[in-house]
Each structure stands twice: as structure tokens, then as C-alpha cells.
């Protein structure tokens, strides 16, 4: 069983100290491709230098979230759009809205948003997506654009039926990570994830965040990483009625012709 985590912020401080055996432990448990998410300027940078590292392991994206969006000038413009020329650059993003914590004015992460959606239709790049609590907005945006990128996955996916089924009719794909797995707030997540089709599915750690808190035993330090997508897809698998490999093996060709890979 292979798998291709779509969403690992490998670039995480957390990941220094044993970057190579977190790679190790990832191979031993079929994560055999990761894409590092770059989140802001200094992220995107350091995925890349990441991905040119492990060739054909690592990829990369490059954009500025939504919390960093009051950080987005003409230099960061300027930046991604040359980060974007590189060919382990794979996505524009992480992107989008994020309206539950508000580190950044919401005028301020629109601004951002629709400068990185350009992006993505003047190179003809898939788009990388972040929305919290945005979902009218968001949905707004997008649509502006939708039919100027190749394909946009709406990464961590966390919220409603109507707001999945808008997504879908969008054609988006969807990124479901260890949320799922969190009997607090993600247990709709096991219905919704019935309703999405094999061809638009792709699965993630978000990792250095959201561990599966069925995992058993917890590690003591909290911190998830890629080793665990290979639970997350056991977890969807059995929510979805089908046997774990076809899971895998779909959401693996899935990620394989949404990334270029």
C-alpha cells in the first residue's frame, strides 16, 4: 500500500531535530511521497529547499495563509510568482480564509487571497486551500476564478454537507486529515466523506497538527506526522464501506494527476 500525504508542514520547527527519521518512519508506513505545504514566504522557500533534498520523495507548495495575509506585499507577489517557475513547486497555496481566528483583517486576507488566486490562473497552477468559518466569501472568490486553474482542492475539510456539496459542484477536490478521527467536532466528517467521489478524495496528516486522536497509544509529545496517513486512510476506508486498499490506491492516482506527479 502507497501513499501520498498532499498535506505535511514539514518545515515546522518541531521537525528539526529528527527530520530524517520522521521521512524513515513515513517510508515504513507506505507514505512514500509527501507534499510540504508552504504556508507563508519563509515556509514556501524552505519547502522548496526541501523538495530539491528528497527528489521524487518531497514536493512543495508556495503561498501565504490566511493568518500571514497582513505580511503579503509586492515582494511576496514577486516571490511566489518565482517560486512558481521551479519544478517542485506544485501548487499555489496555502491560501484562502480564515474568519475563526482573525489573525489577519478579513479585507486584508481577501486581498491576499484573490492576488494568490491570479497567481495560479496566469501560471495554469492547481490551487492549495485553506477556509475556516469563510465559506460565503470564500465560495465568492472562487468562483471568480474557478475556470481560470487547472483543479483546487479545499485542504482540511471540516465543514458542512451544503458546504462540501458547494465544493463538489465547483469541481473541487477535497482533503480530508485526522480531523475525522476527533469524536469532538469531526464525527459528521464519517457521513460526508461517504459523498465524496473517489476521483476528487485525496487524504493528508496536516502534520505537525491534528493527530489522530485515535491513535492508540498517543505518542507523549502530540506532534502528528506523515507515519499516521496510513491511519487516516484506514479511518476513511471504513467510513466510506470499502476495503483499505482501494481507499489508498484511489486517493494515491487521485494526488498523483492533481499534483502532476
Same mark, same amino acid.
Given at each position: @500500500?502507497?501513499?501520498?500525504?498532499? /498535506? ?21 508506513? $507506505?507514505?512514500t511521497? @509527501?507534499?510540504?505545504? $508552504? ?11 526541501? +523538495? ?7 514536493y512543495?507548495?508556495? %503561498? &501565504?495563509? =490566511?493568518?500571514?495575509a ?15 517557475? *521551479? =519544478?517542485?513547486?506544485? !501548487?499555489?497555496?496555502?491560501? %484562502? ?5 482573525n ?16 497567481? +495560479?490562473?496566469?501560471?495554469?497552477? =492547481?490551487?492549495?486551500?485553506? *477556509? ?7 465560495? !465568492? ?7 481560470? &486553474? =487547472?483543479?483546487?482542492?479545499?485542504? #482540511?475539510?471540516?465543514?458542512?454537507? +451544503? ?22 467536532? /469531526? ?9 465524496i467521489?473517489?476521483?476528487?478524495? @485525496? ?8 493527530l ?14 506523515? @507515519?499516521?496517513?496510513?491511519?487516516? #486512510? ?25 499534483? $502532476?506527479?
Open positions: @500500500m502507497h501513499l501520498l500525504d498532499i /498535506g505535511a508542514n514539514l518545515t515546522h520547527e518541531s521537525f528539526r531535530h529528527d527530520f530524517d527519521e520522521v521521512l524513515a518512519r513515513a517510508r515504513e508506513h $507506505g507514505v511521497r @509527501m507534499v510540504v505545504t $508552504g504556508a507563508s514566504r519563509e515556509a514556501s522557500v524552505h519547502a522548496l529547499e526541501l +523538495a530539491r533534498r528528497h527528489p521524487g520523495e518531497l512543495a507548495t508556495a %503561498g &501565504v495563509h =490566511p493568518h500571514h497582513v505580511d503579503y506585499d509586492e515582494a511576496t507577489d514577486a516571490l511566489l510568482r518565482e517560486l512558481h517557475t *521551479q =519544478p517542485e513547486m506544485r !501548487a499555489v497555496g496555502e491560501t %484562502g480564509l480564515d474568519y475563526h481566528r489573525y489577519s483583517p478579513r479585507e486584508v486576507q481577501l486581498d491576499a487571497f484573490e492576488r494568490q488566486l491570479r497567481i +495560479a490562473a496566469d501560471l495554469g497552477k =492547481p490551487l492549495f486551500l485553506h *477556509q475556516r468559518d469563510a465559506h460565503e466569501d470564500f465560495l !465568492a472568490l472562487l468562483r471568480r476564478y474557478r475556470d481560470r &486553474v =487547472p483543479a483546487a482542492v479545499v485542504h #482540511c475539510f471540516t465543514d458542512t454537507g +451544503a458546504a462540501l456539496r458547494d465544493y463538489l459542484a465547483l469541481d473541487c477536490h477535497i482533503g480530508i486529515t485526522g480531523w475525522i478521527c476527533d469524536e469532538r467536532r /469531526g464525527t459528521h466528517l464519517r457521513e460526508l466523506v461517504k459523498e467521489p473517489a476521483d476528487r478524495l @485525496m487524504i493528508e496528516t496536516d502534520a505537525p497538527y491534528l489522530p486522536r485515535t491513535v492508540k497509544p498517543q505518542p507523549s509529545h502530540r506532534r502528528n506526522e506523515p @507515519m499516521y496517513l496510513r491511519h487516516i #486512510c484506514y479511518e476513511i476506508a471504513r467510513d466510506r464501506g470499502e476495503p483499505v486498499e482501494v481507499t489508498a490506491a484511489n486517493s494515491t492516482a487521485t494526488a498523483e494527476k492533481f499534483f $502532476g506527479l
